[in-house]
């Protein structure tokens, strides 16, 4: 479903001196012009307020978000991957962490005689943050906690929430991840690696700005009003130009917007999972 509630914001600038549509793209436009529509067409972040529980819904904007961190400063975030030993449980898993945490982590895999790392979420972005906190405030999704976006544990690059923790935590321990969080038994944190939160923010306005060039806003990495509007009407199934690196290509930037499966196919529940809010 594309929802186009976008569409008004463009007629906010026109004044009563404005000449007709007609006259304004005479010799404008072609046949083949694409039409005048905005490229934050979508379904709006906001929708899943009410409507979901899972922020699968919003993993093709997501991906789009990592993958504009890493252009920002490559080796930020790097994927990994399921395994023998590695298992991704519910929709929602958003695979991504600092090099040194996924080196641990792997390490860890290695480590347990066979058993499987249960992962129930790793990286998440100030979007699906903004939804986790909306349902806390709203009593939705059986959330008993949530951090406000760009606060989260999780968007640093170096948390992962382990569903079977009980199996793990010594074998975690003993290769760098803390389970560091009282009352939060899912959490770990990679404390050597670099906590990069915010990188999430800078990456989706740099996004927004790339998309909707007419409405900018502050690219600084901080979440204020400016960047919580835009999320909100943000695209869950991406923007229309992805991530973009000067130096280099990066091969998931540019099937995210059009590639990833509607957001009402990713229909697990987050209060299913054992899956932190901090
Ligand atoms: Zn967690």
Redesign the pocket.
Known sequence: MRVLAILGILAAGCDAGTPPPAEVDAGLAGPDAPVDLPSIAGTPVASFETTSCSTGDVLPLSRQIAAEVDCINPGQLVVFEESATIAFVGAAVLPYLGLDARTDLYAAAAAGNGKVIEVT?AFRTVVQQYLLRRWFELKRCGITAAAAPGK???ESGR???ISNYSAWVTTFGANGWAHD?PG?P???DHLASPDIRGADILAFQRLWNRNAPDEPINEDGSYGAMTEAAIQRAPAEGFGIGALCAARSLPQSSTDASGAASASENAVDSSTFP????
């Open positions: 979420s989260s544990n999780h948390a992962l929430d969080v939060d899912v959490h770990f899956m932190c809010g901090s």
